[in-house]
Nanobody
Framework: QVQLVESGGGLVQPGGSLRLSCAAS????????MGWYRRQPGKPRDLVAS???????NYADSVKGRFTISRDNAKNMVYLQMNNLKPEDTSVYYC????????????WGQGTQVTVSS
């Protein structure tokens, strides 16, 4: 069974920074596309950033230039460095792992809360 565990969320003032971490329970996910999503109340999860097993990245327009996704396959870890945070970034952030061969086969973490407020 695959397990994803997020950490690093918290309360930060606008303009501040946070670094989120996602720990995977198995090295099988080294071949998966990893992503960070966030959810607004009553809405589906929105893609924030994704990264392939080889390191190719994609970002939502709203976070380009501010957020950086990375992964350490040897450590089964995925990270999201968030800089210049805005109140609009406030959300629960979820780690996601998706098969590159079957998009319907994926795993989710439990989420970590990020609150940006003065």
């Amino acid at each position: 069974q695959v397990q994803l565990v997020e950490s690093g969320g918290g309360l930060v003032q606008p303009g501040g920074s946070l670094r989120l971490s996602c720990a995977a329970s198995t090295m099988l996910l080294r071949v998966y596309v990893m992503g960070w999503y966030r959810r607004q109340p009553g809405k589906p999860r929105d893609l924030v950033a994704s990264i392939t097993s080889s390191g190719s990245t994609n970002y939502a327009d709203s976070v380009k230039g501010r957020f950086t996704i990375s992964r350490d396959n040897a450590k089964n870890m995925v990270y999201l460095q968030m800089n210049n945070l805005k109140p609009e970034d406030t959300s629960v952030y979820y780690c996601n792992a998706q098969s590159p061969f079957n998009a319907n086969y994926e795993f989710w973490g439990q989420g970590t809360q990020v609150t940006v407020s003065s």
